[in-house]
T-cell receptor, first 111, second 115 residues
Framework: QQQVKQSPQSLIVQKGGIPIINCAYE??????FPWYQQFPGKGPALLIA???DVSEKKEGRFTISFNKSAKQFSLHIMDSQPGDSATYFC??????????WGAGTKLIIKP | KAGVTQTPRYLIKTRGQQVTLSCSPI?????VSWYQQTPGQGLQFLFE???????NKGNFPGRFSGRQFSNSRSEMNVSTLELGDSALYLC??????????????FGPGTRLTVL
């Protein structure tokens, strides 16, 4: 119930392509869904976040799509660049304000 | 505004020893969370402190403990180190509302190697 399942584990995309990372959850009480981006040697940093009353949110080239009925949400990166190569984590908050993390997706954008 | 700082950045210990890691949050932040990150296990939540009280705890053995001081600085202690404790330990601080929507700001981590 408390898990957030993230896929794929790794992803290789050509520059300009649109990588898509998917997450699924079971707990309908989750009410906040952030995505974090982590570069090698650095801690994760917040990329974009969404609440379940919104179906889509865009910030620059990054878009979150949210399907409340399916309990799924995904991250799309438009016009991907080699600089987007990083590990991406989805997460969700529970009623105790604790972040429940997905396992991470290592994304490589090939030039 | 200074970011989250963690000390030391690198640490080498031997099995059976204990270790203390330190985290200084962003000024004004009251919540500090600790995570263990390993290549195979991703980010594993250890515990969270809010205003000197442990608010949440992950599924780690009692060898892992922490505390938070009145200035919000936090320490994490691991006793009787095991080889499997080798990992990157990340600290994150978050804001003033005490809610999870407060963005977590991560430090660079402490790389612990247990020999």
């Amino acid at each position: 119930q408390q898990q957030v399942k993230q896929s794929p584990q790794s992803l290789i995309v050509q520059k300009g392509g649109i990588p898509i990372i998917n997450c699924a959850y079971e707990n309908t009480a989750f009410d906040y869904f952030p995505w974090y981006q982590q570069f090698p040697g650095k801690g994760p940093a917040l990329l974009i976040a969404i609440r379940p009353d919104v179906s889509e949110k865009k910030e620059g080239r990054f878009t979150i799509s949210f399907n409340k009925s399916a309990k799924q949400f995904s991250l799309h990166i438009m016009d991907s660049q080699p600089g987007d190569s990083a590990t991406y984590f989805c997460a969700a908050t529970d009623s105790n304000y604790q972040l429940i993390w997905g396992a991470g997706t290592k994304l490589i954008i090939k030039p | 505004k200074a970011g989250v700082t963690q000390t030391p950045r690198y640490l080498i210990k031997t099995r059976g020893q204990q270790v203390t890691l330190s985290c200084s949050p962003i000024s004004g932040h009251r919540s500090v969370s600790w995570y263990q990150q390993t290549p195979g296990q991703g980010l594993q939540f250890l515990f969270e402190y809010f205003s000197e009280t442990q608010r949440n705890k992950g599924n780690f053995p009692g060898r892992f403990s922490g505390r938070q001081f009145s200035n919000s600085r936090s320490e994490m202690n691991v006793s009787t180190l095991e080889l499997g404790d080798s990992a990157l330990y990340l600290c994150a601080s978050s804001g003033t509302s005490g809610r999870a929507e407060d963005t977590q700001y991560f430090g660079p981590g402490t790389r612990l190697t247990v020999l």
